[in-house]
């Protein structure tokens, strides 16, 4: 009924509704509102922050070549942060990469200076060593239904016990008089040294991809209101634009900065994200991770599946050992120990990062690469480095939480 | 009056995705309302806005005449959903005094007798005759939700709201339920209850209210209703049904699969064989380790003891019986979820997956189960329940086995699908699969079934030609 209510035409008069706010264009709350900007909106916080960076410190801040080097010198904390990413897909947590990491910089050093292998032998056996761990990660978790958290960390221990054992206990540098570690491998103008790049034509190579690699995320996700064949289009004009940009604002840099190191983390990074998003397994991991029950009743091989993924992982954690024994020409004791909480702070970051919830390559590569700006920033401002961890943890809470607020705006 | 509940002018959308049009419906006291409609058309999007899970809606509540958020939060109004809430582990009196403050008898020392005499007397009102030291987890889950109802009533319930709990329980805890539903309202409580189920509704309804895309389209008394009526006041609302046919003789080919008296779970030992070209029926009351049957036969469960043998060209699939539970991944697209089982079909050379392909193919299965919304690429977790069980269903299609093992295929689903769902096994037998459909809804059997038969105690019965058989018949048959 229409009437006026009796009670509240009186005195007493009902306060008025609001005023109504002027109607915002509806183009930008359509913009606002959509799932790609939900997505999006860590991701550009951080470009903000970057920006507020680049006024605050200028020059100091702002060299790709300084900033590459922030890359180079964290691809091992990078590529562990790939390997818990596996797990993490699958639902599982893996505590002992950065231990598999330690042991396998030991042998990596070690098996060429004390015993004298053929260094190739020495690399495959480091990366076999990774899959023997993961094997007994898997092991442990899908046979005896061990908590992953207490298996992990139970082999995480032993990796690392059998480090210090083979090491007794001391660093690990070649010395006069022992088998040398091969040039190529590390030191001065060796794969592992940052002054050292790789050829242009590779990293254009490598830049041509990553385009083609932006180019069929973007048509993925197309949204409902345009036509498959408009939105290519639309999607190879934004991957263009976005690619004249970085060339513009400095990314040039990237192709004479590319060290071999930064081409190793992008190579394994491709072929990571095409076996989780491009294949069968990836489907299965994510099926597996997602719903275990669900998974198996519908045909997938759940336990394998985790297993393959802890294998992965650990073979993603002895390469990281092994890149830092190219970094470092040397070995000391827990040399990874400090890179488990960034390495899952950048797998976990990755579900902000240009995604909505979801565990992704680009995202871990990207977020842990952010993470480390945004320490090294600060550094570079004057804050002490001892702060690191402070900061990481911080960045990572106030990441994740500002998303999360974001996209519960949204129910 | 107190517990009148007035809903004006209700709307909701997620997104830009309108799922409440202006929903008006005021329900008094003592009124047993059923609210039906197709899948999709809004029903648990209301609930849950009464239920204060979806906020941010237009339109306005009154609760015995005052303007709420929602319902949520007063013990006055309970919620059942399929998740009872209760802990298997815990007896039924201590699963009844969760969350309420402890009958003490001294300081910390619990009054054990008070509450014993608190929970008898909370049974005794949904006619539940058990002892109150049993522990929830030995409970048929019918019985599980009418403890879950009595823990509602013993804290002051005067308004029930009830969605789909009665789908996955066998008929007669269903009838059980809904027969101590009904005596609440005798008692002036007022009760909501959303089912697909016509024989339910008609059974306790006083007031039938059909939604329909988000709007009321119906609202009217249950007397003088029959079921036939009722089919025409869902139907009448929806595009025109598909005639169910005559159905053609079935004509059993090999064998495809052969249980020898097979033993998992609570099944067993079975002896049991599927031909290809056949629906064979298996229905059982809850617990009689039915569902374990057809695991076996779908080879998601290995035999403790006998045997299952499948020619190595019997491909298999399955629809899961507990659809919550082991139905998909909420979180991922219904594409995704649709094409899990048959990602061999799209390999391109080295391992690559066809996305373009399998994207396409998704999108038919959508267009042919007439999965709402339509878009495959929503994620799956944000389907209506009956649109879950479309997907699911699709999934096995998109396989394409040899055998079909279908657990409660029709859980859920309106009017419409069912029939659709129907249609669909039909075919899948003329196309020379094999079923076996297990399943506690014998509407499910007599429409389909070549043969059927009970699982008692985890054995299987003899079997029965479906020629002539009624509901009614194979009732009087457990
Ligand atoms: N959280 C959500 N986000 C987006 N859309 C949703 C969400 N929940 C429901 N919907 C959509 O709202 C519509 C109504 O869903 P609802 O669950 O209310 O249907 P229903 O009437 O209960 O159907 P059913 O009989 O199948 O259970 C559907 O189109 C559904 O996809
Ligand atoms: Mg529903």
């Given amino acids: 009924m229409r009437n006026i209510d009796p009670s509240t035409g009186g005195a007493a008069t009902a306060p008025d509704p609001a005023p109504v706010p002027p109607p915002e264009p509806a183009a930008i709350r359509r913009m606002l509102s959509s799932d790609g900007f939900r997505a999006s909106v860590t991701f550009i916080a951080f470009l903000a922050l970057f920006a507020v960076y680049a006024v605050w410190l200028g020059d100091s801040f702002m060299t790709t070549d300084g900033r590459l080097l922030d890359v180079h010198q964290n691809a091992p904390v990078l590529l562990l942060g790939l390997a818990v990413l596996v797990t993490l897909i699958a639902g599982q947590f893996d505590l002992s990469v950065a231990s598999m990491a330690t042991l396998t910089t030991f042998l990596a050093i070690g098996l060429k200076v004390n015993q004298d292998w053929p260094f190739l032998l020495v690399i495959v056996a480091c990366l076999g060593i990774g899959v023997i761990g993961g094997l007994l990660n898997g092991f442990l978790v899908v046979r005896l239904r061990v908590n992953t958290f207490i298996a992990t960390l139970a082999t995480g221990g032993i990796f690392l016990g059998l480090s210090s054992v083979y090491s007794k206990g001391t660093q690990l540098s070649p010395t006069e008089g022992d088998p040398p570690i091969p040039g190529w491998f590390s030191g001065p103008d060796s794969l592992g040294a940052f002054g050292n790049k790789v050829p242009s034509v590779v990293a254009w190579i490598v830049i041509a991809l990553l385009v083609l690699w932006a180019f069929t995320a973007v048509r993925s996700r197309r949204p409902e209101r345009f036509a498959e064949g408009a939105w290519a289009g639309i999607a190879a004009g934004i991957v263009a634009v976005a690619t004249a940009v970085l060339l513009v604002v400095g990314a040039g840099g990237f192709v004479e900065g590319m060290s071999w190191t930064i081409l190793l983390l992008l190579v394994v990074g491709l072929g990571l994200w095409t076996l989780i998003t491009q294949m069968t397994y990836g489907r299965h991991l994510h099926a597996t991770g997602a719903n275990p029950e669900a998974a198996r009743l519908a045909g997938v091989r759940t336990e394998r599946v985790t297993v393959q993924a802890f294998v992965i992982g650990g073979v993603l954690a002895a390469l990281a050992g092994i890149v830092l024994a190219a970094n470092q020409g040397s070995a000391s004791p827990d040399v990874a120990a400090g890179y488990l909480l960034p390495a899952f702070a950048a797998a976990f970051l990755s579900t902000v990062v240009l995604s909505s919830g979801r565990f992704t390559v680009p995202g871990t590569i990207i977020g842990g690469t952010f993470l480390v700006w945004v320490s090294q920033g600060l550094i570079v401002g004057g804050l002490e480095f001892t702060w690191n961890e402070v900061v990481n943890g911080v960045v990572l809470a106030v990441a994740v939480a500002f998303s999360t607020v974001f996209r519960k705006d949204g129910r | ?478």
Avoid at chain 2, 33 to 47: D, E, Q, R, Y
Avoid at chain 2, 54 to 82: K, T, W
Avoid at chain 2, 115 to 136: K, M, N, Y
Avoid at chain 2, 269 to 277: F, I, M, N, R, S
């Fill in chain 2, 1 to 478: 009056m107190a517990h009148d509940i007035d809903i004006r002018g209700l709307t909701k959308s997620f997104g830009s995705h309108a799922v409440l049009h202006g929903i008006d419906l005021r329900i008094g006291e003592g009124e047993f309302v059923g609210l039906m409609g197709p899948n999709g058309a809004g029903k648990s999007t209301l609930i849950k806005i009464l239920a204060g899970v979806h906020g941010n809606y237009g339109g306005e509540l009154r609760f015995g005449g005052e303007r709420v958020p929602s319902l949520a939060g007063r013990d006055d109004v309970g919620f059942i959903h399929q998740d009872l809430g209760l802990v298997d582990d815990m007896s039924i009196v201590d699963n009844l005094r969760l969350g309420e403050a402890p009958l003490r008898r001294l300081g910390p020392l619990l009054h054990h007798g008070r509450e014993a005499r608190a929970a008898a007397d909370a049974l005794a009102l949904v006619g539940l005759e058990r002892s109150v030291d049993t522990p929830v987890g030995a409970l048929s889950p019918g019985e599980k939700t009418l403890v879950a109802v009595a823990r509602l009533l013993a804290r002051g319930a005067r308004v029930l709201v009830v969605d789909e709990a009665t789908s996955t329980l066998s008929p007669a805890d269903a009838q059980q339920l809904i027969d101590s539903l009904k005596r609440t309202t005798a008692e002036g409580a007022t009760v909501i209850m959303v089912s697909h189920k016509l024989s339910e509704i008609l059974r306790v309804c006083d007031r039938i209210v059909v939604v329909l895309d988000g709007r009321l389209v119906e609202d009217r008394p249950a007397e003088g209703l029959d079921h036939d009526g009722l089919v025409e006041l869902l139907v009448a609302h929806e595009v025109d049904g598909h005639p169910g046919g005559e159905r053609e003789p079935a004509r059993p080919g090999e064998e495809l699969v052969r249980l020898e008296g097979a033993v998992a779970g609570r099944a067993g030992p079975v002896d049991l064989v599927v031909h290809a070209g056949e629906v064979v029926g298996l229905t059982g009351l809850a617990g009689s380790g039915l569902h374990d049957v057809a695991f076996l036969a779908h080879g998601s469960a290995v035999p403790d003891r006998g045997r299952v043998v499948r020619p190595p060209s019997a491909t298999t699939a399955l629809v899961p019986p507990y659809r919550e539970r082991q139905g998909g991944f909420d979180e991922h697209s219904i594409a995704r979820n649709l094409t899990i089982s048959a990602l061999p079909r799209w390999r391109a050379p080295w391992r690559l997956l066809r996305t373009g392909v399998e994207r396409r193919d998704a999108r038919d299965v959508v267009g042919r189960l007439d999965v709402r919304p339509g878009d495959p690429e929503r994620a799956y977790g944000d389907l209506s329940g009956g649109n879950k069980q479309k997907v699911v269903f699709g999934r096995a299609l998109l396989r394409d086995p040899r055998l079909y093992v279908l657990c409660e295929p029709t859980r859920g689903v309106d009017v419409q699908t069912r029939r659709e769902i129907y249609r669909l096994i039909d075919e899948l037998r003329s196309g020379g699969a094999g079923v076996l459909v297990v399943t506690s809804d014998f509407e499910d059997l007599v429409a389909v079934a070549d043969r059927m038969s009970v699982v008692v105690d985890g054995r299987v019965g003899p079997f029965l030609v479906a020629d002539d058989m009624s509901a009614k018949d194979l009732e009087a048959f457990i």
